[in-house]
């Protein structure tokens, strides 16, 4: 029996605790979400992984819920279908984008509006060495006008990082609760990704849908906030996808101008740094 009333010595007994409330060392949110509120003002340790089969993309989708709080101070304001055709949308492409590195296991896509969970996306894949291939790929990279913030995530188990409570559709703290609040794609939308790749995330598994927040206003389940899309043949959904197939080419124009200014610029570096070199040649041969 340890001095701490519990079986075995010390360093079993840190190991017992570690990541919980009882752990006055690690931080206990950063340990199940992978972000804490306090940030690097933070009293406790936040130990970020040197590798993980799980990448967080922060702040990566353009929630329409913060544009509403922003403009009316009401994130009810949101209509749950255009809220949900918002996400489907959004999930789509990154799900296709980040199939390009490695096969999937799932992908979540925060609803919270807290300031450091705010749009944030985790990517958990497979093995350890495709998320390796996609944070390399993706560091520097844009997305929608915005340099993308990508490191390891510790979190491996999204059933400890979700909020239960939102997950049963009560939650008084809304979205500005500290444990995730994760929007689930529509049904239509999962079985497209299914059928085409192979895809079987998105699906809260085990806890039922995801209309908490809009059944608590009395409307219906399913998807985010209880939206479903239109199935996509209803979407236009060619037309979408060659505007965002434009808008990525944009963005890699984009990105190639911003570095063919920064190769230019280095050269003209190069280039005064020379003349000044041939100026004191000159001046000590004289």
């Not at 510790?154 to 444990?179: I, M």
């Not at 849908?209 to 939206?227: I, S, T, V």
């Not at 280095?266 to 001046?283: F, H, K």
């Amino acid at each position: 029996m340890s001095r701490h009333g519990r079986p075995g010595g010390g360093a079993e007994y840190l190991a017992g605790i570690h990541g919980t409330e009882e752990d006055k060392v690690n931080c206990p949110f950063y340990y199940k979400i992978g972000a804490c509120r306090h940030g690097d003002k933070c009293s406790r340790q936040h130990h970020k992984p040197p590798f993980s089969e799980t990448i967080l993309i922060k702040h990566m989708w353009g929630n329409p819920m913060c544009d509403a709080v922003s403009n009316t101070g009401n994130f009810e304001s949101v209509g749950k279908d255009a809220l949900q055709q918002n996400l489907d949308e959004f999930y789509e492409e990154v799900c296709e984008e980040m199939m390009k590195y490695g096969k999937i296991e799932d992908i979540q896509v925060c609803e919270n509006l807290g300031d450091h969970m705010v749009g944030n996306v985790y990517v958990k894949y497979l093995d350890e060495e495709d998320s390796e291939k996609a944070l390399v790929a993706l560091t520097g990279r844009y997305y929608a006008g915005r340099p993308m913030s990508i490191e390891y995530s510790p979190v491996t188990d999204f059933k400890e990082a979700r909020c239960r409570q939102y997950d049963e559709g009560n939650c008084n703290r809304g979205p500005y609760c500290n444990f995730m609040h994760i929007c689930e794609p529509s049904k239509e939308l999962r079985e497209y990704l299914k059928t085409e790749f192979g895809f079987r995330g998105g699906r809260m598994k085990g806890t039922g849908d995801m209309g908490n927040l809009n059944r608590r206003r009395g409307g219906g389940g399913g998807g985010a906030r209880g939206g479903r899309s239109p199935p996509r043949r209803e979407r236009g959904n060619s037309r979408d996808r060659g505007d965002r197939d434009r808008e990525r080419e944009r963005e890699r124009e984009r990105e190639r101008d911003r570095g063919d200014r920064d190769r230019g610029e280095r050269s003209d570096r190069g280039e005064r740094s020379r003349d000044r070199s041939d100026r004191e040649r000159d001046r000590d041969r004289r």
